[in-house]
């Protein structure tokens, strides 16, 4: 058969009595403090405004949003007709059990950050286009992470890179996973920072972040012709699944905001 076999990485990086430091929790807490460090430098080069105190709450409303609106939006979209969380509410809060959407999670962010910015006195876009440049950091370590975890793998296929997940019936399929890592994390952080350089896009606030929706949306529905759907929902009609229902909306506010952003000043 065809197929790499798994390597066997355990998730649980080391452990201490009942505390077990997992991979999956490491990326969060990597792409957190990577994401701080690299923000906080182009405050400084571009000064764009933002203090030691402004950057570390930034941090903490972001992180508030990614991991409530990633639950209860994995709750919401992806808990099937049988949700388990309906019949037992309070397991939306056991959060160490997994089920993240990242869908979820762009949607707690961007409350996070417009209550950050009205109480801070800052334009939304000023803020949104900071993180947006650094959630791919994020995304990259997650998905390498569902990798470990042997999750949200792909479909079965015959390719010389498939892998045989033990979860996956030691079929050989598509890591998606790591195309993820690569085009939603890898790639996008590239485009982004690249494009964040020129001053025609840094001043017109709203071009990263819409770009970055767009971006996001594109890719993620594009992989999703590779990964396998969701056992409990499969496909929601004809041969579309949950990811790509929840990306086309991104899609046209991508389209929309960069559109009112590029035309010219009057």
Request: hydrophobic letters at 50%.
């Amino acid at each position: 058969m065809v197929g790499i076999d798994f390597p066997q990485i355990s998730p649980i990086i080391f452990s201490v009595g009942p505390l077990a430091i997992r991979w999956y929790s490491m990326a969060y807490l990597a792409g957190i403090l990577i994401g701080w460090f690299i923000v906080s430098k182009y405050v400084k080069k571009y000064d764009i405004g933002f203090n030691k105190t402004d950057l570390e709450d930034l941090a903490f409303y972001v992180t508030l949003g990614v991991i409530l609106g990633g639950r209860f939006g994995y709750v919401l979209f992806y808990g099937g007709e049988e949700n388990p969380f309906l019949r037992n509410p309070l397991q939306v809060f056991e959060v160490w059990k997994g089920g993240m959407s990242f869908h979820g999670g762009i949607f707690g962010v961007i409350t996070a950050i417009f209550i950050y910015a009205k109480r801070r006195g800052f334009s939304f876009f000023k803020v949104s286009d900071l993180v947006s440049l650094v959630v791919p950091i994020g995304i990259f370590f997650g998905r390498l992470a569902n990798f470990i975890n042997d999750e949200l793998w792909g479909r079965v296929t015959n390719v010389s890179w498939a892998v045989k997940f033990p979860n996956g019936g030691y079929l050989p399929r598509h890591p998606s996973q790591v195309y993820e890592a690569l085009l939603e994390g890898l790639v996008m952080f590239v485009v982004l920072n690249f494009l964040w350089r020129y001053k025609f896009v840094r001043e017109r606030c709203g071009i990263i972040s819409a770009l970055f929706v767009l971006l996001y949306a594109v890719f993620r529905s594009f992989i999703e012709q590779f990964r396998e759907p969701d056992a409990q929902l499969g496909f929601i009609f004809a041969n579309v699944t949950m990811g790509q229902l929840l990306s086309f909306p991104l899609i046209l506010v991508g389209l929309v905001v960069i559109f009112q952003k590029l035309k010219p000043v009057k």
